[in-house]
């Protein structure tokens, strides 16, 4: 009957498909059989390449390629998106960037880091808007002239004194 032969592949591609190679890659050993079946994968795709290209290709044609789980923002919306998350977060909480940040922190006791939930703190912001405005940035407005850098030699020892020198 119908319905036996679609338990029975459903069933099969179930275990032999998710269920025995999630078991298998899983392991403390996953890397050295990645790399062990790397030239299997190599074959396979080259001996499905010409099947499989046209068609992608076709598909493409018909179709038309998008990926829905890719949004694109022109820089100047990201920016501005960034912003706008840092200021809602902070008005919706009703703190400034300080509290926030201490209130949305918690301490990592196994490696003693204080990590960062999913909130954009000010510093972040700017790292960010930074990144995106590199395109425009002028390296000449942006950089200090070598006669004003304050150096010290590599084998000097960065001491208290030291510290109020610079």
């Known amino acids: 009957p119908a319905y036996v032969a679609i338990l029975m592949s459903v069933t099969l591609v179930l ?23 790397c030239p299997l994968v190599r074959v396979v795709i080259f001996v499905i390449f010409p099947i499989a290209a ?33 200021r809602e977060q902070n008005n919706k909480h009703g703190i400034d960037k300080e509290e ?28 960010i808007k930074g990144a995106l405005s590199m395109t425009t940035l002028i390296t000449e407005t942006n950089v200090q002239p070598l006669a004003e850098v304050f150096a010290i030699e590599m084998n000097n020892e960065l001491d208290e004194q030291k510290i109020n020198e610079i």
């Open 15 to 37: 275990f032999f498909g998710e269920i025995i190679p999630s078991a298998i890659f899983s392991g403390p050993n996953q890397m050295k059989i990645a790399a062990a079946l």
């Open 54 to 86: 046209p068609i992608a290709k076709m598909l493409d044609v018909f179709l038309g390629h998008s990926d829905a789980s890719i949004v694109e923002f022109k820089r100047g919306e990201l920016k501005s998106l960034v912003q706008f998350m840092y």
């Open 100 to 127: 926030a940040y201490f209130e949305h922190t918690h301490d990592n006791s196994a490696n003693g880091f204080r990590k960062s939930t999913s909130y954009i703190e000010g510093d972040e912001r700017n790292v």
